[in-house]
């Protein structure tokens, strides 16, 4: 079955820096890959995803990118905010079939003012 | 609004008792899921449920039962045969093709005491 890998799973940046958080996943089939940001005590939100027919997705400060030979996808935030602090998880599925989400183990992201 | 709404937000059991969590969602999506979240780890599949009236274990069913009697609605128990069941539980939901991907519920923190 899939397996997804996230690192780092603790990220501290400067307001206003920029920050990055990769995945890597393992079933070449996979086609749906979402980026969830889950505040202390909430469920997870939906803040970007890509499919795997396009390489780079941009939304105001956030841009995810897939690599599908090396099969790994990255998010980017930029121009950091405090509001951005947060767990961050990565996921992998495919649109067909069952389309179970397979999560990342999670990133910790700590925006310093 | 639309939305999934899980219910208690907290909830102690007791050694050897059964308990239910409640999900509800009116977004009219099909598929519904849920998830264990432990401290520091990812999200994992319980069971999942594409169409009502039948669902699918995930990687972690064993000591929980789920029922899908209306499209609404996705009860989970936790059995007296889970042996470690202290953790924080999403549901979640989903259209065919992961549009938008999944919507998350708030949770429900299940503390055994």
């Known amino acids: 079955g899939e397996n997804v890998e996230q690192h780092p799973s603790t990220l501290s940046v400067q307001e206003g820096d920029s920050a990055v958080i990769k995945c890597t996943y393992s079933?070449?089939?996979?086609?749906?890959f979402p980026w969830y940001k889950q505040e202390l005590g909430k469920g997870p939100q939906l803040i970007i995803d890509?499919?795997?027919?396009?390489g780079e997705k941009k939304d105001q400060r956030i841009a995810v990118t897939l690599n599908k030979t090396a099969k790994h996808f990255s998010l980017h935030i930029t121009e950091t905010q405090p509001e951005d602090s947060a767990v961050y998880f990565c996921a992998a599925s495919m649109i067909q079939g069952a389309q179970k989400l397979v999560f990342g183990q999670g990133t910790r992201l700590t925006i310093n003012p | 609004d639309g939305g999934i709404t899980q219910s208690p937000k907290y909830l102690f059991r007791k050694e050897g008792q059964n308990v239910t969590l409640s999900c509800e969602q009116n977004l009219n999506h099909d598929a519904m899921y849920w998830y264990r979240q432990d401290p520091g780890q990812g999200l994992r599949l319980i069971y999942y449920s594409q169409i009502v009236n039948d669902f699918q274990k995930g990687d972690i069913a064993e000591g929980y039962s789920v029922s899908r009697e209306k499209k609404e609605s996705f009860p989970l128990t936790v059995t007296s045969a889970q042996k470690n069941p202290t953790a924080f539980y999403l549901c979640?939901?989903?259209?065919?093709?992961?549009?938008?991907?999944?919507?998350f519920g708030s949770g429900t923190r299940l503390t055994v005491v």
């Open positions: 979640a939901s989903s259209i065919q093709g992961l549009k938008n991907g999944y919507t």
């Open positions: 079933d070449s089939a996979s086609n749906y």
């Open positions: 890509i499919r795997s027919n396009v």
